[in-house]
């Protein structure tokens, strides 16, 4: 496995990339990409020139200067670069929670029909996703109809299709599930939920720069995703909305703040919204996220999704295949869907010995994957900073955590 892992490296196109990041120098296989990306050197630098030449240098006069066009201006990169999503419809703003809680209801507003009264989701949705929706449900006096998503294999079209109908208002699914990685197919299930006349919110926490998408293409509503996964923005950086152009004349998101009025700083009594997705903004812009994310954005369009994508599958293929080699002889189980189209950029490794502390015990070796309750340990493989002998290592320790178990149960334990 070692002589493979060392051909794919050699071959891989975007090994170079793996250069931008701090710690890829390191012993360390860092795993959990999928949950924090790691940093850039560039942004170091970058917010080291922040603080020094603008906070520091420009004061409260950077926010003419630069920092209150950065949500449109950064979010129409985002569009470009990842989302597949024409200028004037992606922003940056708040948290995942708050972006998605300000979509939903603005769908429920677009869809303004008294008839649809149902919330469509999954029930291995990501838990913020569910917990919003079952708070808008008690709010609004709603009926939620879930979906029975198997963990490992997710939600498909045709459970859509079977779920949705005359009295559904609004669909909230994710591009990959959280646990089992997942990958929905969006375009189908898009065309479904509108084929019943109802609108849907996509949640890209986990697709944003590891899968190719074209929300337009696709004519997706309203989508929402965060960015300290594959876009590297860092801790708690803020989140993105998109929202269809076709929506955005009567947008009415729920949430107003003096950063979504038409001027900001007139302080004028009464609320009207800027024009735009600008009118989606409520408060204060997070600019050190933003700072952080846009490096990699650069890195994006210059290396492309289509790269990024493939080599996505090349690594999740490369994992399963060590998986199937190390850890399926152990009783080991996969989690996750093989089919690579069906696939986010992480897998998933089931076993009924995996407890936190087993992933507490890797972490103490500087390998770092991530714990999914019940027993799933979570392989996450960010295409520009992970390699394929990085998976190997990983791969390899969780394997020896797993022997003494099983020498353990063969000797009649």
């Known amino acids: 496995m070692e002589q493979r892992a060392e051909e794919l490296d050699n071959q891989d196109a975007l090994a170079s990339y793996r250069n931008h990041f701090i710690g890829t120098d390191t012993p360390l296989s860092y795993l959990d990409g999928n949950s924090l990306g790691r940093p850039l050197k560039r942004t170091a630098e970058d917010v080291a020139a922040f603080i020094r030449d603008e906070w ?32 004037g419809q992606t922003i940056i703003a708040d948290s995942t929670t708050v972006v998605l809680y300000k979509l939903i209801r603005a769908a429920l507003a677009a869809a303004a029909d008294p008839d649809r009264n149902e919330l469509v989701l999954d029930t291995q949705n990501f838990p913020t996703d569910r917990y919003l929706v079952e708070g808008i449900a ?10 029975q998503a198997d963990q490992a294999a997710g939600v498909t079209a045709e459970q859509v299709r079977d779920a949705v109908g005359p009295r559904t208002a609004v669909v909230l699914l994710s591009h990959i599930a959280y646990r089992s990685g997942h990958l929905a197919d969006l375009p189908a299930i898009t065309a479904a939920v509108h ?10 926490c986990h697709s944003a720069g590891s899968v190719e998408m074209d929300l337009d293409g696709a004519g997706v509503d309203f989508a929402a995703g965060c960015t300290y996964k594959y876009l590297n923005g860092g801790p708690g950086s803020p989140a993105f909305a998109y929202v269809n152009h076709r929506h955005l004349p009567s947008l009415n998101q729920p949430i107003w703040g003096w950063m979504g009025r038409k001027d900001a700083f007139e302080m004028a009594a009464g609320y009207e919204p800027a024009a735009g997705i600008r009118g989606f903004l409520s408060g204060t812009p997070a600019i050190f996220g933003m700072i952080a994310m846009q490096g990699t954005l650069d890195l994006i369009e210059e290396a492309t999704m289509a790269a990024i994508r493939e080599k996505s599958v090349q690594l999740t293929a490369f994992a399963v295949e060590v ?41 103490d070796g500087d390998v770092i994957p991530d714990f999914r309750a019940p027993h799933g340990i979570r392989v996450g493989l960010s295409p520009l900073s992970t390699s394929f002998r990085e998976v190997l290592q990983g791969m390899e320790a969780v394997r020896d955590r797993l022997s003494p178990v099983s020498t353990r149960l063969g000797s009649g334990r």
Do not use: C, N, Y
Request: glycine letters at 12%; hydrophobic letters at 45%.
């Open 138 to 147: 008690l709010e609004e006096g709603l009926t939620l109809r879930w979906i």
């Open 195 to 204: 084929d019943a006349g109802a609108l849907v919110v996509w949640d890209l």
């Open 323 to 363: 998986f199937d080699a190390l850890l399926a002889p152990l009783g080991a189980e996969l989690a996750t869907p093989r089919d690579p189209a069906r696939r986010g950029s992480h897998i998933t490794v089931d076993h009924s010995d995996f407890t936190k502390a087993t992933v507490e015990a890797l972490w």
């Open 56 to 87: 520091g240098g420009r004061l409260i006069r950077g926010w003419d200067e630069r920092w209150l066009a950065m949500p449109q201006g950064i979010g129409d990169q985002l569009g470009r670069a990842v989302l597949g999503a024409a200028p």
